[in-house]
């Protein structure tokens, strides 16, 4: 059976190579989230230090969306083996996968992270509820028409009068996927008319809960969270939006906001008690493990060291509990994929 296998897929991939485009490739190619890639990059090192013969995977930082579009759009040499992502992959994009002949994904969560919200260690020291971040962020809060806010002052008297000026990911981003999901929905439904509304309408309240204003008050500040860093210390009044282990790279010129009056530490995050702790993605194509050289040893290279103690959680990643590594490695070695019901 695992003969038939290789052999369905090394006909498979040959077939996309002699299509215009195709040709054959020797190196793991992984597109997606920004804020996997430091994490992916750490295996492509640790990987090269088990195999040194082989050539060093070729990883892009292109958003978790535009990564799994480019995932879904076909198996083959042209098209990528991995996509990594923060945040799951949807309903959707299995679906557009399936439809373009990606048929077997193999998921495998490598670890957690925190959507942090973060400012200069020079700013106001401020902090937030998620139901204040929404009524500073939705275009249309509860739907009472467009945002007026100017100040955070606007939004709570209790909070200072500086301007909203938050630089966060762009809609190709699974780090804006997570603030819709972990911080502006949360925020929405504390008011009990949207909480009514998702039940009678789930595209309106999803509208008018994760739609954020396009005055200048949000700033897209592209899939580079280094970027959104020199932002904060460049205006210490603005707030940013990026991932937990950016934030912990850059502790010397930038701290956590909390949110909901929980902090973004390696502790909350792993325990869940933290609103923007979320879980670290990478995708695999199962018919591209018998003709790319070396794929499988690159997936084992994170599961042999995301533990608390190892490479991975020393880069910034915060390790998923014990049972999730388990079941997670045993999907690498079994090669389980994913049927997709589960998916939302």
Not at 12 to 38: E, F, H
Not at 141 to 157: E, F, H, M
Not at 189 to 204: G, N, R, S
Not at 220 to 245: R, W, Y
Request: one cysteine or more; hydrophobic letters at 40%; charged letters at 20%.
């Amino acid at each position: 059976m695992r003969h038939a296998f290789f052999a369905a897929s090394l006909l498979m991939l040959a077939a996309c190579q002699n299509q215009p485009g195709g040709g054959a490739r020797d190196q793991i190619r992984a597109v997606g989230s920004s804020t996997v890639y430091p994490f992916a990059q750490e295996a492509v090192r640790l990987f090269q230090n088990d195999n040194p013969g082989m050539k060093a995977p070729i990883i892009e930082s292109t958003g978790t969306g535009a990564g799994i579009s480019l995932f879904c759009k076909g198996v083959g040499a042209q098209n990528p083996d991995i996509a990594n992502a923060s945040r799951r992959m949807k309903k959707s994009e299995f679906e557009a996968c399936q439809a373009n002949g990606v048929n077997e994904i193999i998921e495998i969560q490598i670890g957690l992270d925190g959507l942090a919200l973060a400012e200069s260690v020079k700013g106001p020291k401020i902090a937030l509820t998620t139901k204040q971040v929404y009524e500073a962020l939705a275009a249309n809060p509860y739907g009472k028409g467009p945002n007026k806010a100017k100040t955070w002052q606007d939004i709570d008297p209790a909070l200072p009068a500086i301007a909203i000026s938050v630089f966060g990911p762009p809609s190709t981003s699974g780090t804006r996927d997570s603030l819709a999901e972990l911080i502006l929905t949360p925020g929405c439904d504390t008011d009990p008319a949207m909480k009514e509304l998702k039940a009678k309408d789930e595209d309106k309240h999803k509208q008018l809960c994760t739609q954020i204003r396009e005055d200048g008050a949000y700033v897209d500040a592209g899939e580079n969270d280094n970027l959104i860093v020199q932002k904060l210390n460049a205006n210490p009044d603005a707030v940013g939006i990026f991932g937990f282990s950016f934030l912990e790279a850059n502790r010397d010129t930038v701290r956590d906001i909390a949110i909901n009056g929980q902090e973004a530490t390696y502790e909350t995050v792993a325990g869940g008690s933290y609103p923007g702790a979320r879980p670290l993605y990478i995708y695999v194509k199962k018919a591209h493990l018998a003709a790319i050289p070396g794929l499988k040893a690159y997936m084992e290279a994170f599961a042999k060291n995301w533990a608390p103690d190892g490479a991975l959680a020393r880069r910034g990643m915060v390790a998923a509990p014990e049972d999730v590594r388990t079941a997670n490695a045993e999907r690498i070695a079994n090669l389980t994929v994913l049927n997709g019901d589960e998916l939302h």
